[in-house]
């Protein structure tokens, strides 16, 4: 059984140790005697974590899926030989030009849910690329801002699953130790795993 995983920081096991070895992805893994592939990355906007996704099934067939949301003031521009995640709230950029662009976009749709709306329209694309290759899938949001403006939209599919509990909150409500850029550690990695993804699998796999 294949299950892949696309995120930023927060999938890809920032600030732990062994984040290879430790991350939700690989204790799923090691549960279900399956295999992971984790194809997250620091600081991925939600363009890429959709484009990771659909990349990975190009090469890999999945059996499940998880995508996990990121801060949808992300945003990834092409930049001379890489590719730049920016967040409407860093007070750092990685050029003038990109930070001239970025500011350009934001200047006539200052509401943060307008912004929304347009990054919305990703995840429902995404979703239905993967019910199209009838892949199971489940969508983690990483902060309780997306979380509010998503549970009441009345365009969400009705297939479209997600968990209302976004993964930070999760881990300050259940105290479990975070780093100092508010990453889950290790005991929050494995209580992902275990107390919401696993589940998630085990009903809709019928995975025993």
């Known amino acids: 059984m294949n299950i892949g995983f696309s995120g930023c920081s927060f999938t890809f096991g920032a600030e732990m140790s062994d984040p290879i070895k430790d991350r939700y992805s690989a204790v799923v893994a090691r549960e279900l005697n399956i295999n992971e592939y984790n194809v997250s990355k620091n600081g991925n906007s939600i363009d890429r974590i959709c484009k990771g996704m659909y990349d990975l099934t190009k090469t890999v067939k999945l059996d499940f899926a998880v995508i996990q ?36 976009l934001f200047s006539a749709n200052t509401d943060y849910k307008t912004w929304y709306d347009l990054q919305k329209w990703k995840i429902f ?12 899938h489940i969508f983690l949001f990483m902060s309780w801002h997306e979380v509010e403006l998503f549970k009441d939209d009345p365009d969400i599919p009705e297939t479209l ?4 509990n976004p993964l930070r909150k999760f881990c300050r409500e259940n105290n479990y130790p975070i780093g100092e850029s508010l990453h ?25």
């Open 69 to 104: 949301i990121t801060a949808f003031s992300r945003i990834s521009y092409a930049y001379e030989n890489e590719i730049l995640n920016v967040s409407l709230h860093q007070k750092h950029f990685q050029s003038d030009q990109v930070r001239n662009f970025h500011l350009y």
């Open 125 to 136: 694309s995404i979703h239905e690329y993967m019910n199209s290759l009838k892949i199971p």
């Open 161 to 164: 699953i997600w968990h209302k």
């Open 184 to 208: 889950p550690l290790e005991l929050g990695h494995e209580m992902i795993a275990k107390k919401i993804v696993i589940p998630y699998i085990k009903e809709m796999c019928n995975v025993v």
